[in-house]
């Protein structure tokens, strides 16, 4: 099975711009879609956005126009560039990965996770 990292959080002022990364190891990534979640305190998993095994993507509503979800299977990585941050970008972001070809949205269809890395935007 597929491990999962993420790297690349951080702090950065409203308006900035952050890029977070997803390293693949035990398995090649280009056998999964893979999907970008985030998890602000008290709240429940949101669904940021998917790319699929060819590239076809889906973004959530609060980060339409904003984000840009990419992979390069040749690297076994999977990044999420976040542009014009808002202090509700604020959050705790999850890469996952799932066999399904379908993309999808719901954080149960995605059986491997990373262990999260930390966003935070101040105002």
């Known amino acids: 099975q597929v491990q999962l990292v993420e790297s690349g959080g951080g702090l950065v002022q409203a308006g900035g711009s952050l890029s977070v990364s997803c390293a693949a190891s035990g398995r090649t990534l280009s056998s999964y879609a893979m999907g970008w979640f985030r998890q602000a305190p008290g709240k429940e998993r949101e669904f940021v956005a998917a790319i699929d095994r060819s590239g076809g993507i889906y973004y959530g509503d609060s980060v339409k126009g904003r984000f840009t979800i990419s992979r390069d299977n040749a690297k076994n990585l999977a990044y999420l560039k976040m542009n014009s941050l808002k202090p509700e970008d604020t959050a705790v972001y999850y890469c996952?990965?799932?066999?399904?070809?379908?993309?999808?949205?719901?954080?149960?269809?995605?059986?491997?996770w990373g262990q999260g890395t930390q966003v935070t935007v101040s105002s």
């Open positions: 996952a990965a799932t066999l399904r070809v379908v993309l999808t949205s719901r954080p149960n269809d995605y059986p491997y």
